[in-house]
């Protein structure tokens, strides 16, 4: 069955700080991929997608994130951590169409 | 509309008694999506529908769950008898097909409690 494993479930970063946020999944092809962000009381918004092509995808609000075929991994990334990312991250895989999700990253981000 | 929009945003309710979750998906939309998501814990997926049949119901937790949709627009969905473990974020889902490259727009949810 496909499934989607984000190993962290909190992390903390310092305001400046770089960020990667991990994502494994499984799947026999190469499915679609998501990053989403939810922010407290807020809906789900998507931050970057992978279909096919170039592996380095860029997102919203300066986010980014690669796909590596041979680790099944699609890892977020983000070179200067902004007070405003504390929030939840979600990774996602679309196999057939419907959206399997992550258990959730929670990034917390110190002054 | 201009987004997916559901109601009510909050529900409280007792045990025992059915609730009705409505989704209005985008104008267009012909897929529409079901997610729980309880407190801490990620997105579950529920149910789907193309237009307005569901081929995907594996989500449904349990014969108490039930959706409807009338045409390529508004879904309900519907607990029914419900209990403590049914409290959480519902949330809803809309694009243009099912095949993911069209990208998923979600709703604000409806929070469910059940007391």
């Known amino acids: 069955a496909q499934s989607v494993t984000q190993p962290d479930i909190h992390i903390t970063v310092s305001e400046g700080a770089s960020l990667e946020l991990r994502c494994n999944y499984s799947y026999g092809a190469t499915p679609y991929l998501f990053w989403y962000v939810q922010s407290p009381g807020q809906g789900l918004q998507l931050l970057l997608k992978?279909?096919?092509?170039?592996?380095l995808v860029q997102g919203i609000k300066g986010f980014e994130a690669e796909f590596k075929r041979s680790q099944s991994s699609f890892n977020l990334r983000k070179p200067s951590v902004h007070w405003s990312d504390a929030a939840e991250y979600f990774c996602a895989v679309a196999p057939r169409g419907n959206l399997i999700f992550g258990q959730g990253t929670t990034l917390q981000v110190k002054p | 509309g201009a987004g997916v929009s559901q109601s009510p945003s909050n529900k409280v309710t007792e045990k025992g008694k059915d609730v009705e979750l409505r989704c209005d998906p985008i104008?267009?939309?012909?897929?529409l999506y079901w997610y729980r998501q309880r407190l801490g814990q990620g997105l579950e997926f529920l149910i789907y529908?193309?237009?307005?049949?569901?081929?995907?119901k594996s989500g449904l937790p349990s014969d108490r769950f039930s959706a409807e949709r009338t045409g390529e627009s508004v879904s309900t969905l519907t607990i029914q008898r419900t209990q403590q473990e049914d409290s959480a974020v519902y949330l809803c889902?809309?694009?243009?097909?099912?095949?993911?490259?069209?990208?998923?727009?979600f709703g604000s949810g409806t929070r469910l409690t059940v007391v």
């Open positions: 529908f193309q237009g307005n049949s569901a081929p995907d």
């Open positions: 104008s267009g939309h012909t897929a």
């Open positions: 889902a809309s694009s243009l097909g099912y095949s993911g490259t069209a990208g998923y727009t």
């Open positions: 992978y279909f096919s092509g170039d592996t």
